[in-house]
């Protein structure tokens, strides 16, 4: 294998074929983990993002804010259904 094109000539190619598809692949650059070669200065991290975290914080307090009005409607609705449907048990107490 030459700059990514298989070179296969012969009897052996289909040997030579399983045996690139069965080798490992070789390791790959941990690119993901480095620096872009965009970023200009290193990074201050006496300064945060304040805007991003003010967004953060307040999505997610609009979320719960959300997330416990929801609760309380459909606690409110069992309510009334349930006084709706009416006690039809005549065993009770």
Known sequence: MRGGVVIVAGEQAKSTAFELLAAPF??????????????????????????????AFSTSAALWALLVKQHNDDVMEYERRKQVRGHKCTGCS
């Open 26 to 55: 070789p390791p790959r650059p941990l690119s993901a983990f480095t620096r872009s070669a965009f970023v200009v200065g290193k990074q201050n991290n006496a300064q945060p993002n304040w805007l991003g975290v003010g967004l």
